[in-house]
């Protein structure tokens, strides 16, 4: 298509796709599949890679992150983010209601607007017809800092207005992350040896100032928008309830179903009260409600104080804390062998609640609080979240309180305990730890480490129960009779799960290292050791310097290599599998050619071959299958339904291959 052509279907493009954003985001109501969403936005690159002038600050492409920034600048508010007043209760509230009519000079009752005060971080989003120009945090409440690159990766951030918007548009809301996903993350990063955070409004807040807005991107930020700053407009909005509606229409997100519009103060204190018992059941942070005076006359009649407006106030809830002593402290063994301290607490009752346990995190934790067994501290609920301690008590001290120490072997199984450099927690280095063995049976048994078809979440499980198995050894010594014990097994489903367990003895000996589930050894660095080392018997003799020495490891895979393979459980295990038949065989890499050294990222789905597949034969052929693309990537093999790593190939301009042309390729090294 020419230009004229493309700018007219760009336009297109974008304003679909803007609208489904806000269907999906704002009013969670999406009217086409996530697959037909992609197959649009892939459209959209398309064209602005064959039209770079058309990828604007406002295209729909702007949401990944831009280039990192050397600090944040300054920005300032053109009105004030003032502070609220707070209040503590009934009778607070009924002051400020009649602070209020006293100023007002009238005995009416006051319409009222009552929202949820979001638990998260304050912005504001400034947008010059109809697109969006900056983004700030509160700061000081006069000047904040630009974080605008980061506030357009949020899917809830509009990047264009829709409808009656005015010329200039100055909102404030709140970025949050919801108690899920804030788990979910905190998880990733315990299992990833990075510290974990100590609550979402912590989270949040480091997201938004990452100077590299592609962090941003990856955490589960959103936005609750609450209010705004100057509004140019021929018709502005005539109260708080009034601005609510236009904000959603124009395409902000906005908690109207956390709202309530009431005639006098007892509604509004029914309202706190209300979700005073709720706050537990929401699926983010709140600590309070906020009540607005709703007629905007009234509120620049009442005007502002030096900090807060006179017009609103913050009722905050009854603190979620309390003060108990930490009676033991309890070694928790996770999924990956990752230990965890937990507080064991005199049970005391927080919120509601009588809470017994606290999360210690990790020892970079322990000693940065200087906690001890014995101490008086000072515990904290949130949500659904399992307590944390957040303060020792230090001057009730009687000398009597124990240090919490690093464990030196697992307290499950007494393997020993790894912390590798620059990780905080400390793992487990056992294979037949119980409290890893069911996922690492699974990993073990999974496809594209010993693939034993059939072996899944179910008869792992069974396994499991009767005792049949305490590590990745006794798989081979099962027999029919054993499967007979588990419920609706039958002869022929019982020798099809032994024909898969025999076969997968002779495994590669790279698939058999990455089914070990040995520490940073993931399947490509397995397929690293395999090629360099050549036998399991000289990988498991490697000194720390020869580990080093290999390309792509680096200290912490040496470390874990070395931690794995001196563990006498570890070796028991490995000898029991080799007494039973397990032979990985080496790998037969032909060197040199035209793949050598070349790097290859599959993505889509093939006819001919499973992705996996085109790995393996990239790199019978000397060559290195990858699974993110990079500037240092060869080729990208794309076959159908190919996504963003096909658009990030075309952005670096690395080679594409498609099916038909990546099998000639390796029809033609093959015959050389």
Not at 38 to 52: K, S
Not at 191 to 213: C, I, K, M
Not at 493 to 519: C, N, W
Request: charged fraction near 30%; aromatic fraction near 6%; hydrophobic fraction near 40%.
């Amino acid at each position: 298509m020419d230009f004229q052509q493309a700018t007219r279907r760009h336009a297109e493009l974008s304003r679909e796709l803007h609208r489904h954003n806000y269907l999906y985001h704002v009013l969670d109501r999406p009217e086409i599949s996530d697959a037909e969403y992609d197959r649009l936005y892939r459209e959209l690159l398309i064209i602005e890679e064959a039209f770079p002038e058309l990828a604007t600050p406002a295209s729909p492409s702007q949401r990944v992150g831009a280039a990192p920034l050397a600090k944040f600048e300054p920005v300032r508010h053109t009105l004030p983010m003032l502070s609220l007043e707070n209040a503590f209760g009934a009778e607070e509230i009924r002051e400020f209601d009649a602070r209020t009519r006293r100023f007002l000079h009238t005995a009416d009752e006051i319409a009222y607007l009552c929202e949820l005060k979001m638990d998260g971080v304050a912005v504001e989003l400034v947008y010059r017809e109809g697109r969006l120009e900056t983004g700030a945090t509160r700061g000081d409440g006069n000047t904040g800092e630009k974080i605008t690159e980061n506030l357009k990766t949020l899917p809830s951030v509009p990047l264009v207005l829709q409808g009656d918007f005015p010329a200039l548009l100055e909102v404030r809301g709140e970025v949050y992350m919801d108690l899920a996903d804030f788990q979910a993350l905190n998880r990733q990063r315990e299992e990833g040896g990075l510290p974990v955070f100590a609550n979402p409004r912590n989270a949040t807040a480091g997201s938004l100032r990452q100077l590299d807005s592609a962090v941003t991107a990856r955490r589960p930020l959103k936005i609750a928008c609450y209010g705004a700053g100057v509004i140019e407009s021929n018709a502005p909005p005539v109260s708080q309830s009034d601005l609510l509606q236009r904000l959603r229409r124009w395409g902000f997100r906005v908690h109207l179903e956390a709202t309530r519009a009431v005639r006098g103060i007892d509604g509004a204190i029914a309202f706190f009260s209300e979700f005073s018992e709720k706050r537990e059941t929401l699926p983010y942070e709140i600590d309070g409600v906020v009540i607005k005076v709703d007629d905007w006359a009234l509120q620049r009649e009442l005007g502002e104080k030096s900090r807060s407006p006179r017009w609103a106030i913050a009722c905050k809830f009854p603190p979620r804390q309390a003060v108990t002593i930490i009676e033991n402290v309890h070694l928790q063994v996770g999924r990956t062998g990752a230990i965890t301290p937990v507080a064991c607490l005199r049970p005391v009752e927080v919120s509601g609640v009588t809470v017994s346990r606290a999360s210690l995190h990790n020892w970079d934790e322990i000693d940065r609080l200087d906690v001890m067994k014995g101490d008086h501290v000072v515990v904290e609920r949130a949500g659904d979240v399992i307590p944390d301690v957040v303060r020792v008590l230090k001057d009730e001290r009687t000398g009597s309180e124990e240090k919490i120490l690093l464990p030196a072997v697992c307290p499950e199984c007494g393997s020993p305990v790894a912390k590798l450099e620059g990780e905080v927690v400390p793992r487990c280095q056992g294979l037949s730890c119980p409290a890893q063995r069911k996922e690492l049976l699974k990993h073990f048994a999974s496809r594209n480490a010993m693939d034993i078809e059939g072996l899944g979440d179910r008869y792992i499980e069974q396994l499991l129960r009767l005792e049949l198995v305490r590590d990745v050894a006794d798989l081979y010594r099962l027999s029919r009779s054993d499967f007979h014990r588990f419920e609706r097994m039958g002869e022929k489903l019982a020798d099809k799960l032994l024909t898969a367990i025999e076969g997968s003895k002779h495994r590669s000996l790279p698939r058999f290292v990455y089914a070990l589930g040995i520490r940073h050894v993931g399947e490509h660095v397995a397929k690293v050791l395999g090629r360099q080392f050549g036998s399991l018997e000289a990988l498991a003799a490697a000194s720390r310097e020869e580990l080093l020495a290999v390309h792509e490891v680096g200290p912490q895979v040496a470390q874990s290599v070395l931690n794995f393979f001196a563990s006498p459980v570890n070796r028991e295990i490995l000898a029991r599998m080799q007494a039973a038949g397990v032979v990985p065989e080496a790998v037969d890499r032909r060197a040199g050619g035209r793949f050598s050294g070349k790097t290859f990222v599959f993505t889509g789905s093939f006819e001919k071959f499973k992705r996996e597949q085109g790995a393996g034969m990239v790199e019978q052929l000397g060559g290195r299958a990858a699974g993110s693309v990079s500037k240092k990537t060869d080729y990208v093999v794309a076959g159908d339904k190919a996504g963003s790593k096909l658009e990030r190939a075309r952005e670096l301009g690395v080679a594409i291959l498609d099916e038909k042309s990546f099998l000639q390729l390796i029809e033609q090294e093959a015959s050389e």
